[in-house]
């Protein structure tokens, strides 16, 4: 059986999905796996939702587009419907928890293994700071797939955001602090 | 001044708009013209930030009526020039590229195919086909590669090239909107390394020598006054055209010995196409996959030596028959069932194909 997974990333513009997406797959293809990560870059330019589809396998990716993902992460209250399409029998839903009446209301009870509310949005501000909410979902999507080291994640980070931890140095430690706080949130789920 | 801009092979992951450029650059593209659409801006972007550093050009004009003709005119002074549009942008082009296919001109085109009609979705289709296989108020005497992953767009960038300045006819690179902005490995190499022969660019007008004299002259036209010079040079446009169909046409096929089911597709589909073939084929449906790499000229005679054992044919498209017609028409005086997953400016997933399959053939 090899290892293969698909994620669906969504949010509003501006909350870094398409960011979180070119991580995870930047960091997948370094560590070996074949990944594939496509935007969904129409009319959300234009202030909708927006949607990035992430897949990482130890084969070649076949379509960039799929329909069943087997984690989705809803960032705000309208990407809790937008992602509906993409949500099988055995898709995980990990969502912040300032949007759970949005799930129960649209979804009801999904059961405990299929839905995830992660008190991110809350813990960005009172623990680290509201700029890296989106290092906080990286940090949950890598501890939830348990396909990927922290390490190559961090490396992916490093290369992305390199230029501006040379700036400032306390950039860093609250990027990483972010990325592991999710990490445990996501780790095991 | 030359600087080769890949040196040894190299991994990367980046999106297909950079591997274009990558494409274009080993192939020794002198200049790109163009004019901004969605989803082809990047290649613009990231040629003009790539190229200074290897003395290559770009001009960025008006629309792209003008960047079809400056693409002409560049090829016209000896240069390898190229262009790249989408949707409306290929729409305005094929009055240049109806010129280049008169004139013989060796132009290349990047096609990333978006939705249509007319402005339609930013984002993908495969509803270009017509137009770039046959734009344009002439033969259609044009050379189309369709890709489907970031490796075929780097290798038939290399390739239109080659095959435009060898053969002189307009080359087009037809890719689409997923394979611009999708990120996914892909291997990058020196062309001459591998032993790929770099096809020369050569000076059209202003040879040495005396026209008429020393040399035939360059008499390059796009306007006849009689029709029977126009008709002889389309005929013997058409000749040329036919007889290096042979050394041209690629396709790829996949579990066709057996096959009763033979599924055709293009370009990014086709990815799915063939991973439907192996769940098909899990649940005891023989099936096999066909792929023509080259859309024009059409592998017409892979396929039809394929297909005498098929039952049913299946073309999946992002598009509305636009490859069935061309599927059909290449199998005329065949009594084979073809239908169609027609699904205009959609991507396929491998699942939708199987499903469709199963449901259509009732299997």
């Keep these: ?189 | 001044m030359d600087i080769k801009p890949i040196q040894d092979e190299k991994r990367a992951f980046m999106t297909g708009n950079e591997v274009i450029v990558w494409g274009a650059l080993a192939a020794g593209a002198d200049i790109m013209y163009g004019y901004p659409i969605t989803p082809q801006n990047e290649i613009m972007h990231y040629w003009t930030r790539l190229v200074p550093k290897y003395k290559k050009d770009f001009l960025q004009t008006e629309d792209e009526i003008s960047a079809g003709f400056t693409t002409v005119g560049g090829v016209l002074a000896g240069k390898r020039a190229f262009t790249a549009t989408a949707g409306p942008g290929n729409v305005l082009m094929q009055e240049a590229l109806s010129m280049a296919e008169m004139m013989r001109l060796p132009t290349v085109v990047i096609v990333t195919q978006r939705g249509g009609p007319s402005t339609g979705t930013v984002i993908y289709s495969q509803q270009e086909v017509n137009l770039t296989c046959f734009g344009g108020n002439g033969e259609g005497l044009r050379i189309v590669y369709s890709t489907s992953s970031h490796q075929e767009l780097f290798n038939y960038t290399i390739k239109a090239f080659n095959t435009a300045w060898k053969y002189r006819f307009p080359t087009f690179v037809l890719s689409d909107g997923y394979q611009s902005k999708m990120r996914e490995p892909v291997t990058i190499y020196d062309p001459e390394e591998k032993g790929i022969t770099i096809e020369p660019t050569e000076s059209l007008l202003g040879l040495p020598g005396t026209p008429g004299v020393e040399r035939d002259p360059a008499h390059l036209r796009n306007t006849y006054n009689l029709e029977d010079e126009l008709y002889n040079v389309v005929k013997s446009s058409v000749k040329e055209y036919n007889s290096i169909i042979s050394k041209i046409v690629e396709y790829d096929t996949y579990a066709v010995e057996d096959a009763k089911v033979l599924i055709i597709a293009h370009g990014v589909v086709s990815r799915a196409a063939k991973a439907a073939i192996s769940s098909l084929r899990e649940k005891g449906i023989k099936a096999g996959y066909f792929r023509p790499i080259t859309l024009r000229p059409f592998p017409d005679e892979a396929l039809r030596s394929l297909v005498d054992n098929v039952d049913h044919i299946v073309v999946a498209e992002s598009a509305y028959g636009q490859l069935e017609n061309i599927v059909k028409n290449n199998l005329y005086g065949f009594n084979i069932p073809i239908i169609g997953y027609l699904r205009p400016g959609m991507g396929i997933t491998p699942e939708e194909i199987t499903d469709f399959v199963k449901a259509e053939l009732s299997l």
């Design chain 1, 1 to 189: 059986m090899g290892q293969n997974i698909k994620i669906v990333l969504a949010g509003e513009g501006g909350q870094g999905v398409q960011s979180i997406a070119e991580i995870i797959s930047e960091a997948a293809y370094n560590s070996g796996f074949q990944s594939l990560y496509i935007p969904n870059f129409g009319v959300e330019q234009r202030g909708g939702v927006s949607v990035a589809f992430v897949q990482i396998s130890d084969q070649s990716v076949d379509a960039p587009k799929f329909i069943i993902a087997d984690i989705v992460i809803a960032l705000s209250r309208r990407a809790i419907e937008r992602v509906k399409p993409y949500i099988g029998e055995k898709t995980l839903l990990v969502y912040d928890s300032s949007v759970d009446d949005e799930v129960e209301k649209i979804y009801g009870k999904l059961g405990e293994n299929r839905q995830l509310s992660i008190p991110a949005l809350e813990m960005a501000q009172k623990e680290v700071h509201p700029r890296v909410f989106n290092i906080i979902i990286l940090g949950v999507v890598v501890g939830v797939a348990e396909l990927l080291e922290k390490k190559d994640v961090e490396q992916a980070l490093e290369r992305r955001l390199g230029h501006k931890f040379a700036q400032d140095s306390s950039l860093k430690n609250l990027n990483y602090r972010a990325l592991e706080l999710g990490y445990q949130l996501g780790q095991g789920k």
